[in-house]
């Protein structure tokens, strides 16, 4: 599970999330996220707002606090935290799916705090 939040933590970063290159290995062929603005986002269009520059901020690597895995089988593991970016904290939940020896974010879903 380590290696799962390892990866994740990744994401959160600039230089990471600016790579179309890192994004294909690290987003699941049938990757879809539900943001926190309630939109539904495919993976090519997660792809190209990251690493595109759409609708993605640069600088500073977003944090989190409240990190918690949850295996849910062999090949599943489910993480949930609070991000912290540009003033605003939502919960996340990221559903991560091993494909051979490889992690892979399934799905993500983002929650804005009250």
């Known amino acids: 599970m380590?290696?799962?939040i390892v990866w994740e933590r990744a994401l959160l970063h600039p230089d990471?999330?600016?790579s179309a290159e890192q994004l294909d290995r690290l987003l699941d062929p049938d990757f879809r996220e539900i943001g926190a603005s309630g939109r539904l986002?495919?993976?090519a269009e997660t792809i190209e707002a990251l690493?595109?520059?759409g609708e993605v901020r640069r600088g500073e690597p977003i944090g989190d606090s409240e990190m918690q895995g949850r295996r849910l089988a062999s090949d599943l593991v489910l993480l949930t935290y609070v991000s912290?970016?540009?003033g605003r904290r939502a919960w996340?939940?990221?559903l991560w799916r091993r494909s051979g020896s490889q992690?892979?974010?399934l799905h993500h879903q983002g929650t804005?705090?009250?």
């Open 41 to 43: 986002w495919t993976r």
């Open 112 to 114: 804005l705090c009250p």
């Open 103 to 105: 992690w892979r974010l």
């Open 84 to 86: 912290h970016a540009a």
């Open 92 to 94: 996340r939940t990221s």
């Open 2 to 4: 380590t290696e799962v």
């Open 51 to 53: 690493a595109g520059g």
């Open 16 to 18: 990471v999330r600016s």
